[in-house]
């Protein structure tokens, strides 16, 4: 969730939505966010929504906050009335949602499940930083309903993790991912970070040999982002750290592909690969194709049929808001066709299944045949498909199809 929110319009008190949305919202996917905005100590290159016991200051307090999200997924079923469809993925994120008791995860899917149904083979994902779980937790995590957990590993090399401010030794998540899967999780994610400095391609390479010995179904390789505002961004600009290399990047995705692919994990987001398709993120999936979501939290974003909003910040102004009846969206916006077909092509670029060619305009026709000629993607039927190279320069090819 970034944590610079947009103006947008006024967003209704009561959180309705118009009638067309929820009609259109019935033939799409659903999935819920569950935001959980606590983390035991900030990472330095992090910019999402969370708060230290330090930084809340004592407001918005953990202990109420399993009580406070319910109220919102009541509120969305009031919202949604009329949608009478299971949920197909929900999908928990922070912050560290395992900083709270397993059973108040458990009191907030309970509620998704009472109030809409959980589909027979629904998605439930935790996110889990590797030293906020031991294998008492991760037994009562699946008893409560989760089937999948994604790991925050980053790197396996101790100067990295340092520099990332992360608390856990290389080897944690790798204990993490043996315990989760003993305690009977159908999928196991690892998320790595690439290009932070200091890092050499051998440290990144010892990272992804590390996290393969783990055998997780699904790996996630994002390069590091600078963040505005961070403390990350702080050191660089005072010189005390590098800004990571456009090259040292593109070397780091290519050897991640490499060795991922090697090991039979198959891209199918620039950024993401799994092991099958069953292993794929379905969640992740949902957000990519514009389908429908609701995002429970301080902060968190939702989309219904082009009709997107966003909540309060903090956990505060949040817990005010439900506690009072109110909804806690700060404001939202209506996706017109025009930009609703410019998102479309910004994320299913990106996709292994690739962008149907009837989604682009007259010119941007024209440029995905440039693109193909420079060999950075191929016609795959009526799809245009990124090639190894195009995948590098995915962000180039989106700006040349958006002429
Ligand atoms: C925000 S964290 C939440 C999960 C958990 N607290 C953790 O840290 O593992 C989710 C993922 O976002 C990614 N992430 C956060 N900030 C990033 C940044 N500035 N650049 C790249 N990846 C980032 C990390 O890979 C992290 O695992
Ligand atoms: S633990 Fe995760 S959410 Fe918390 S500050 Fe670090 S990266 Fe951000």
Same mark, same amino acid.
């Given at each position: 969730?970034?944590?610079?929110?947009?103006?947008?319009?006024?967003?209704?008190?009561?959180?309705?939505?118009?009638?067309?949305? @929820?009609?259109?919202?019935?033939?799409?996917?659903?999935?819920?966010?569950?935001?959980?905005?606590?983390?035991?100590?900030?990472?330095?290159?992090?910019?999402?929504?969370?708060?230290?016991?330090? +930084?809340?200051?004592?407001? =918005?307090?953990?202990?109420?906050?399993?009580?406070?999200?319910?109220?919102? %997924?009541?509120?969305?079923?009031?919202?949604?009335?009329?949608? &009478?469809?299971?949920?197909?993925?929900?999908?928990?994120?922070?912050?560290?949602?395992?900083?709270?008791?397993?059973?108040?995860?458990?009191?907030?899917?309970?509620?998704?499940?009472?109030?809409?149904?959980?589909?027979?083979?629904?998605?439930?994902?935790?996110?889990?930083?590797?030293?906020? @779980?031991?294998?008492?937790?991760?037994?009562?995590?699946?008893?409560?309903?989760?089937?999948? %957990?994604?790991?925050?590993?980053?790197?396996?090399?101790?100067?990295?993790?340092?520099?990332?401010?992360?608390?856990?030794?290389?080897?944690?998540?790798?204990?993490?991912?043996?315990? /989760?899967?003993? $305690?009977?999780? +159908?999928?196991?994610?690892?998320?790595?970070?690439?290009?932070?400095?200091? +890092?050499?391609?051998?440290?990144?390479?010892?990272?992804?040999?590390?996290?393969?010995?783990?055998?997780?179904?699904?790996?996630?390789?994002?390069?590091?982002?600078?963040?505005?505002?961070?403390?990350?961004?702080?050191?660089?600009?005072?010189g005390e750290l590098p800004m990571p290399d456009d090259d040292d990047l593109a070397d780091k995705y290519v050897?991640?592909?490499?060795?991922?692919?090697?090991?039979?994990?198959?891209?199918?987001?620039?950024?993401?690969?799994?092991?099958?398709?069953?292993?794929?993120?379905?969640?992740?999936?949902?957000?990519?194709?514009? &389908?429908?979501?609701?995002?429970?939290?301080?902060?968190?974003?939702?989309?219904?049929?082009?009709?997107?909003?966003?909540?309060?910040?903090?956990?505060?102004?949040?817990?005010?808001?439900?506690?009072?009846?109110?909804?806690? $969206?700060?404001?939202?916006?209506?996706?017109?066709? +025009?930009?609703?077909?410019?998102?479309?092509?910004?994320?299913?670029?990106?996709?292994? /299944?690739?962008?149907?060619?009837?989604?682009?305009?007259?010119? =941007?026709? $024209?440029?995905?045949?440039?693109? @193909?000629?420079?060999?950075? /993607?191929?016609?795959?039927?009526?799809?245009?498909?990124?090639?190894?190279?195009?995948?590098?320069?995915?962000?180039? %090819?989106?700006?040349?199809?958006?002429?």
């Amino acid at each position: 969730m970034p944590s610079t929110l947009p103006e947008g319009e006024v967003a209704p008190l009561d959180g309705a939505l118009p009638e067309s949305a @929820v009609r259109e919202a019935a033939s799409r996917p659903l999935g819920f966010y569950l935001h959980v905005p606590f983390c035991a100590s900030r990472c330095g290159y992090c910019d999402f929504n969370t708060y230290t016991a330090r +930084e809340l200051g004592g407001g =918005g307090s953990q202990a109420s906050y399993a009580e406070t999200a319910v109220r919102e %997924v009541l509120l969305a079923r009031r919202v949604l009335g009329e949608l &009478d469809r299971p949920v197909d993925t929900v999908f928990f994120g922070g912050g560290t949602p395992t900083l709270l008791p397993a059973a108040d995860l458990g009191r907030m899917l309970a509620a998704v499940r009472d109030e809409f149904g959980l589909a027979p083979d629904a998605e439930v994902t935790t996110e889990a930083n590797p030293e906020s @779980v031991d294998p008492a937790y991760l037994d009562e995590l699946r008893a409560v309903g989760f089937n999948r %957990v994604s790991f925050g590993m980053q790197s396996a090399s101790s100067h990295v993790l340092k520099i990332l401010d992360r608390q856990h030794t290389p080897g944690r998540a790798l204990q993490a991912v043996k315990e /989760a899967t003993a $305690a009977g999780f +159908e999928h196991v994610n690892l998320d790595l970070i690439y290009g932070t400095p200091g +890092e050499s391609l051998d440290d990144w390479r010892a990272s992804l040999e590390s996290a393969l010995s783990a055998q997780p179904d699904h790996v996630s390789a994002y390069a590091l982002i600078v963040e505005d505002g961070t403390q990350l961004a702080r050191r660089i600009r005072r010189g005390e750290l590098p800004m990571p290399d456009d090259d040292d990047l593109a070397d780091k995705y290519v050897l991640a592909d490499e060795l991922l692919s090697a090991e039979g994990l198959r891209w199918y987001e620039v950024s993401n690969w799994a092991r099958s398709t069953a292993a794929r993120c379905r969640h992740n999936e949902l957000y990519w194709r514009g &389908d429908t979501w609701w995002g429970i939290g301080p902060g968190a974003h939702s989309h219904v049929a082009g009709t997107r909003w966003w909540n309060v910040k903090h956990p505060s102004a949040y817990a005010e808001r439900l506690n009072t009846n109110q909804s806690p $969206a700060q404001a939202r916006e209506t996706l017109d066709e +025009e930009t609703r077909r410019i998102e479309r092509v910004l994320l299913e670029v990106r996709l292994e /299944a690739g962008l149907p060619r009837e989604v682009l305009d007259e010119p =941007g026709r $024209a440029a995905a045949d440039q693109v @193909v000629e420079d060999g950075l /993607a191929v016609m795959d039927g009526d799809r245009l498909v990124l090639t190894d190279r195009g995948r590098l320069l995915a962000d180039a %090819v989106v700006r040349d199809l958006l002429p």
